[in-house]
């Protein structure tokens, strides 16, 4: 998968690349980021990327032609029918079935927002897809792309040691939760692991896991 991330502050994104399974997607080729900072598509001494918004108001806009021309120039790298994504509090909510959905993409566009926004014109010209990854505000797209892309780039083929890994997680089915799971040792401060987990009953211990896990989703209702 070929990933291009339009973005101010690309060096964000070392923790998502040099860390665990993600990590190693990168490290064995099986995803690719490409960084382009609209800083770079600038023509003036200052670099000048926002302006204040028009009719005033608080905060500065994102400016649509550094955007575009990062844009075109992600383009033409991955092909210009790359579908783009913008993260916005604007956008569906993120789920593990989007998740799953943007995991068979070939490749994609994210464009990280920053400031009070971005001039609209250039998201209703050329952005597909909004997406946001909760009703709160963060300072910047990047750290929901950083969410979005953790959680996609896992369910690739060959990154997880184990595919079931991923099939049984949390949220895999719609809204189901995971079940509990214990490992060694049997007795730990008092706390014994359940013992329908030791009698080697692969029937029973199913049974068990599904009603953990629809109690825990009743719970959380």
């Not at 068979?104 to 927002?113: E, F, R, T």
């Not at 952005?127 to 990854?133: G, L, Q, T, W, Y």
């Not at 890994?165 to 509990?180: C, K, R």
């Amino acid at each position: 998968m070929e990933i291009a991330l339009i973005t101010i502050f690309p060096e964000m994104f070392n923790s998502l690349s040099q860390f665990g399974v993600v990590g190693r997607a990168f490290e064995k080729g099986i995803a690719r980021l490409h960084f382009f900072n609209p800083r770079d598509f600038t023509h003036d001494n200052y670099h000048r990327i926002d302006e204040r918004p028009y009719g005033g108001g608080p905060g500065m806009v994102m400016l649509a032609e550094p955007l575009y021309q990062a844009l075109c120039a992600a383009k033409a790298q991955l092909g210009q029918s790359t579908p783009v994504y913008f993260l916005s509090p604007q956008g569906p909510v993120f789920s593990q079935k989007m998740a799953t959905q943007l995991s068979k993409s070939k490749n994609m566009i994210l464009i990280c927002g920053r400031y009070e926004g971005v001039d609209q014109r250039f998201i209703d010209a050329y952005v597909d897809h909004e997406v946001s990854i909760g009703q709160y505000i963060v300072s910047g797209g990047e750290l929901p792309a950083m969410v979005i892309l953790d959680a996609l780039i896992r369910l690739l083929p060959g990154v997880l040691g184990d595919p079931e890994s991923a099939l049984q997680e949390s949220f895999q089915n719609e809204d189901e939760l995971d079940y509990p799971v214990y490992a060694a040792p049997r007795s730990w401060q008092d706390h014994n692991v359940p013992e329908v987990l030791l009698s080697g009953n692969h029937k029973k211990i199913k049974a068990w896991r599904d009603q953990q896990a629809k109690a825990k989703q009743e719970k959380k209702s």
